[in-house]
């Protein structure tokens, strides 16, 4: 009788227990560290955000002490400002278009970064270009763009807020150069971030204080208190500067 002892190949074997549970941990390592990164990344776009609303409210009132005008409403900046031409100019009033407003081309909000560029107090504004994100408004590094208004006599905004200081600079936030519409439905910062900014800059209430979000569904409750949880949703935000 004749016996086959039969040799398995290599080849052949399966991954033992311990190759396995190696592999594991290194794929578990690998996804901790992407989600570690993420949340630096989206924290050091929130910290910038923060660090940009108050760089542009010193510039503000750096502008303000040494001209004794408030950017974007200077008048006259082709005879005040290096490099200014008469079509840059506001109408001197004494405060801007409306912060409901969009950053249209001709608005002292979209003025007021020109001004500043002018002034050597902001860097980063592309001029002559138009009202565009990276033009002649800024980007925001959580997402969007922003602009300057003066909230209405009523201390309104727009979009429902009727709760803003009246009379006083705000910087819109928003998805956009259009106008901030209601429910966050123009806005581009996930509730999580505009909470972070909101108790950064001020009380973390959505609906009071200098800092205040128009967010979609589900995201603001009667309090003003921010679900951050929410994530198909997003913010837009009104920032007072030039305090």
């Given at each position: 009788?004749?016996?086959?002892?039969?040799?398995?190949?290599?080849?052949?074997?399966?991954?033992?227990?311990?190759?396995?549970?190696?592999?594991?941990?290194?794929?578990?390592l690998?996804?901790?560290?992407?989600?570690?990164?993420?949340?630096?990344?989206?924290?050091?776009k929130?910290?910038?955000t923060?660090?940009?609303?108050?760089?542009?409210?010193a510039?503000?009132?750096?502008?303000?002490?040494?001209?004794?005008?408030l950017?974007?409403?200077?008048?006259?900046?082709?005879?005040?400002?290096?490099?200014?031409?008469?079509?840059?100019?506001?109408?001197?009033?004494?405060?801007?278009?409306?912060?409901?407003?969009?950053?249209?081309?001709?608005n002292?909000?979209?003025?007021?970064?020109?001004?500043?560029?002018?002034?050597?107090?902001?860097?980063?504004?592309?001029?002559?270009?138009?009202?565009?994100?990276?033009?002649?408004?800024?980007?925001?590094k959580?997402?969007?763009?922003?602009?300057?208004?003066?909230?209405?006599?009523?201390?309104?905004?727009?979009?429902?807020?009727?709760?803003?200081?009246?009379?006083k600079?705000?910087?819109?936030?928003?998805?956009?150069?259009?106008?901030?519409?209601?429910?966050g439905?123009?806005?581009a910062?996930?509730?999580e971030?505009?909470?972070?900014?909101?108790?950064?800059?001020d009380?973390?209430?959505?609906?009071?204080?200098?800092?205040?979000?128009?967010?979609?569904?589900?995201?603001?409750?009667?309090?003003?208190?921010?679900?951050?949880?929410?994530?198909?949703?997003?913010?837009?935000?009104?920032?007072?500067?030039?305090?």
């Open positions: 009788m004749t016996y086959v002892q039969a040799k398995a190949r290599r080849s052949e074997q399966g991954f033992t227990l311990v190759e396995l549970a190696i592999v594991m941990v290194i794929i578990g690998l996804i901790g560290g992407i989600l570690k990164g993420q949340e630096l990344i989206a924290n050091a929130i910290s910038g923060v660090s940009q609303l108050k760089g542009l409210d510039a503000m009132n750096t502008f303000q002490d040494k001209y004794n005008a950017a974007g409403d200077m008048a006259a900046v082709n005879t005040r400002l290096p490099g200014g031409v008469a079509a840059e100019s506001g109408n001197g009033d004494g405060d801007l278009d409306a912060a409901a407003g969009a950053a249209a081309a001709a002292e909000g979209t003025f007021a970064f020109i001004q500043l560029s002018r002034a050597d107090l902001i860097s980063g504004i592309n001029i002559p270009a138009g009202p565009v994100v990276g033009g002649t408004v800024p980007s925001v959580t997402g969007g763009v922003m602009w300057l208004g003066t909230a209405t006599a009523g201390g309104g905004g727009t979009g429902g807020i009727a709760t803003l200081n009246a009379n600079i705000y910087a819109a936030l928003n998805g956009s150069t259009a106008a901030v519409a209601a429910a439905a123009t806005g910062i996930t509730p971030a505009a909470a972070q900014i909101d108790r950064k800059m009380d973390g209430v959505a609906t009071t204080g200098s800092t205040q979000s128009l967010c979609g569904a589900g995201v603001v409750a009667a309090n003003g208190a921010y679900s951050e949880n929410v994530t198909n949703v997003a913010c837009s935000m009104y920032v007072r500067v030039n305090n």
